[in-house]
């Protein structure tokens, strides 16, 4: 997920925001500061909830946050057209501004959703995988997940230019809510089974 966000971050701001691709950064930077700050609450939420919960938590959050970024052109388009930003300044300095710090906030819960997936996540690996095995493991994990990039990397770029970045960016929430969905149904099978 990480891979084909950064693969599309420059074509959704250039094509939704209006920006130039190289301040993608900028404008997506905010999701590594959802991460600092999910590293930082995960101990307070862990408390409350299982590791089970919290990453299905960020699956959904990390799904919904997905949904909004592909509504942002729209949104955009109903502000335009209501007037809302006129009393700002030039219409489309304000529209830009706008759905660029709304990106930017919807960027932070990212991060912190995919702060509450990859964290617990990796705490479950490690406590149930044994000792001798984890390095092989763990790099098997690392091996399959960029082995599962590849197909979305090659596929979505190439959708994006056909069907355009914001219904990508909803499919991309399908497929994670999908998961989310698969997450749930299994850890509630597991926890009945025990």
């Not at 693969?7 to 999701?31: H, Q, S, T």
Request: hydrophobic share 60%; charged share 10%.
């Amino acid at each position: 997920l990480i891979l084909v966000s950064g693969m599309l971050a420059p074509g959704y701001v250039m094509r939704v925001l209006g920006i130039r691709p190289d301040d993608a950064v900028f404008v997506l930077a905010p999701a590594a500061l959802g991460m600092l700050a999910g590293i930082f609450l995960l101990p307070r939420f862990s408390r409350r909830w299982t590791k089970q919960v919290l990453a299905n938590t960020g699956i959904f959050t990390i799904a919904c946050v997905l949904f909004l970024l592909g509504g942002v052109g729209q949104m955009g388009q109903r502000l335009v057209a209501t007037g809302f930003l006129s009393h700002i300044g030039p219409l489309a300095l304000a529209e830009k501004a706008s759905l660029v710090t709304v990106v930017m906030l919807l960027a932070l819960v990212l991060g912190m959703g995919y702060a509450l997936v990859n964290i617990p996540a990796q705490t479950l690996v490690q406590e149930r995988v044994p000792l001798d095995l984890r390095g092989r493991v763990f790099a098997a994990q690392l091996a399959f997940a960029n082995a599962a990039a590849v197909l979305p990397l090659i596929f979505l770029g190439g959708l994006a230019d056909l069907i355009g970045i914001n219904q990508v960016t909803y499919l991309a929430a399908v497929v994670v809510l999908a998961a989310g969905l698969l997450s749930s149904y299994q850890a509630r099978r597991f926890q009945t089974s025990l």
